[in-house]
C-alpha cells in the first residue's frame, strides 16, 4: 500500500470514527480504539469504559467463636483508624486446691489476665494501655455476636498495663487484676468440688478487653486457646508456689467489637448495611476494610452498549486491573493478598460470586515489583465472563462489589487497601476489552 494511499484510508476512517466516539460519549460509555492495529487483524482493543465506583457497607459480620482476641487500635494514614475490644468468658479450671494433695493450707497470692500473642498490625514501639473489665450481666450464649455489638461493662477496671507490645520476643501479656476479683476466684477452687461451671458464669459473667482511649499504635492478636485468668498461690508451711487457670472460652460469646473512623467524613456516615457513598467524596479512593464490612461497588453501564458498534461479533476477552495506593510495601503491612468479585442485586445484596469462562469464582492476586523505579501494586481480574453474561441477557447489569475472598472476611482480620478510582490522578482503574468483529 501506498503512503498517500494508506494516509487517507487512515483519515477517512478519523473522520468516520470520531462522529462514532462522539456518539458514545455523549452516553454512559466512552470508547477509545487503538488505530494502529494491524490493518487485518479483526480484533479492536477498547481501553475507555465510564466505572462508576462507590464504598459499600456490607451487613454486619460474624465475630462470634473466632478465636482470636483483637484489642488494641492503630493509624494507617489516609486508611483511617481502627479500633477494636474483645469479650469473652471463662472456665472451671482442670483442677482445685484439693486436688493438689497437700496437707498444709493454701494461701492466696494474686490474680492476673494471661494473653496469649498471636499477631500484630501496627507500631509495636510505642507505648500503650490495654484495661479489662467486667461485665454488668451474663451474656447470652444461644445468639451470635458481630463487629458492631457490644456488651455493658462495669466502669472501674479490673486490671490495667501500659506497655510496649513485643509479640516476636514475648509469648504473652500479663495485667495484673484486683484482689477482690482474685479472692472470688480463690473461693471457687476451694469449693470447685461443689461448683459447677454455672457458678464461675454467676460469679463472673464475663470480660471484656480494651484499649486505651488514646490508643493509635497497634493492634494486638490473642490466641483465645492459649489465655486465662490466672490465680497465683503458694502452700503455707512449705511456701510452695501454684498457678491455677480459669481458661477463656472460644464459645458465641468470644467475640470482637470493631469500629473504625474515616478521614474522609461521608465515609464515617454509613452507619445503615447496604449503604454506599461515591468515591468522589473519598478523594477518588475506594475502600476494602476487612473486619468492619468496608468494600468498594463497581458499576460499568456502558457494557450492553458494546453491541452498537459496527461490526461488533463478541467480546474476547476483558481484564481489569485496579492499583492500590500505598507507595510501598512497608507502608501498609495489612494489605489483602488477593481480592474477589460478589454480584450484587439493585438493593446491593450479595448474590454470588463473578465467574471466569472456566467457571471458577473471579479472584486477583496482589502484585507488585520491588525492582522497579516506581513502585506500583495491583490486582487483575478477569471480566470476560461477566461482560459476556451481560451482552447475551444471561445476566442483568447491576454491579458487583469489590471484597476480600469469601471466609476470610469472619472478625479476626483488619486486612485493608485503599485503590484508584477511575478519575484518580495518577493510579486510575483501568478496563481492557478486546472483541472481534465479523
Not at 462507590?54 to 460474624?62: E, G
Not at 479450671?93 to 493454701?106: D, F, R, V
Not at 489476665?113 to 451474656?139: C, F, H, M, N, R
Not at 457490644?150 to 516476636?168: D, I, Q
Request: aromatic share 10%; net charge neutral.
Amino acid at each position: 500500500m501506498n503512503k498517500f494511499l494508506k494516509y487517507s484510508l487512515r483519515l477517512y476512517l478519523g473522520i468516520a470514527m470520531s462522529s462514532f466516539f462522539w456518539a458514545c460519549t455523549s452516553g454512559d460509555m466512552s470508547i477509545d480504539f487503538d488505530l494502529n492495529q494491524p490493518e487485518n487483524n479483526s480484533v479492536v482493543f477498547i481501553d475507555t469504559m465510564k466505572i462508576q465506583t462507590s464504598v459499600l457497607k456490607t451487613d454486619s459480620i460474624s465475630t462470634s467463636a473466632t478465636g482470636s482476641m483483637l484489642v488494641g487500635a492503630f493509624y494507617e494514614g489516609t486508611f483511617g483508624s481502627t479500633r477494636s475490644e474483645s469479650y469473652f468468658q471463662i472456665a472451671l479450671p482442670s483442677q482445685n486446691i484439693n486436688g493438689l494433695a497437700l496437707n498444709e493450707k493454701e494461701i492466696y497470692d494474686s490474680v492476673a489476665l494471661v494473653l496469649d500473642y498471636s499477631g500484630y498490625t501496627g507500631d509495636t514501639t510505642q507505648q500503650q494501655v490495654i484495661s479489662a473489665y467486667q461485665l454488668k450481666s451474663i451474656p447470652l450464649t444461644s445468639r451470635t455476636y458481630y463487629n458492631t455489638s457490644s456488651l455493658a461493662s462495669e466502669s472501674t477496671p479490673l486490671g490495667s498495663t501500659t506497655f510496649r507490645a513485643r509479640p516476636t520476643k514475648d509469648s504473652t501479656l500479663n495485667i495484673r487484676f484486683s484482689d477482690d476479683f482474685g479472692l472470688k476466684l480463690f473461693e471457687v477452687l476451694n469449693g470447685i468440688a461443689t461448683f459447677e461451671m454455672d457458678e464461675v458464669t454467676r460469679r463472673v459473667k464475663g470480660l471484656v478487653v480494651k484499649p486505651g482511649e488514646s490508643n493509635v499504635t497497634s493492634l494486638l492478636n490473642f490466641s483465645v486457646t492459649g489465655s486465662s485468668v490466672r490465680v497465683y498461690t503458694h502452700s503455707e508451711k512449705t511456701l510452695t508456689k501454684h498457678t491455677f487457670d480459669f481458661a477463656a472460652i472460644t464459645n458465641a460469646v468470644q467475640f470482637n467489637h470493631l469500629t473504625y473512623s474515616s478521614i474522609f467524613e461521608p465515609v464515617n456516615q454509613l452507619k445503615k448495611p447496604l449503604t454506599q457513598v461515591s468515591t468522589d467524596l473519598s478523594n477518588k479512593q475506594g475502600l476494602i476494610k476487612a473486619g468492619v464490612g468496608l468494600y468498594t461497588k463497581f458499576n460499568i453501564p456502558g457494557i450492553r452498549q458494546l453491541t452498537e458498534i459496527n461490526k461488533f461479533r463478541n467480546v474476547s476477552r476483558v481484564e481489569m486491573r485496579v492499583y492500590a495506593l500505598h507507595k510501598n510495601v512497608k507502608e501498609s503491612l495489612n494489605v489483602p493478598q488477593s481480592l474477589s468479585l460478589l454480584k450484587l442485586n439493585l438493593s446491593n445484596q450479595i448474590e454470588g460470586a463473578v465467574y471466569n469462562v472456566a467457571g471458577g469464582a473471579v479472584t486477583g492476586a496482589y502484585t507488585y515489583d520491588a525492582s522497579a523505579l516506581t513502585f506500583t501494586s495491583f490486582y487483575t481480574f478477569d471480566l470476560t465472563q461477566y461482560y459476556n453474561d451481560i451482552i447475551t441477557g444471561k445476566e442483568a447489569n447491576k454491579g458487583f462489589l469489590l471484597t476480600v475472598p469469601s471466609g476470610s472476611d469472619t472478625g479476626n482480620t483488619t486486612s485493608s487497601v485503599m485503590i484508584g478510582a477511575q478519575n484518580h490522578p495518577t493510579l486510575p482503574i483501568e478496563i481492557k476489552v478486546y472483541y472481534t468483529t465479523n
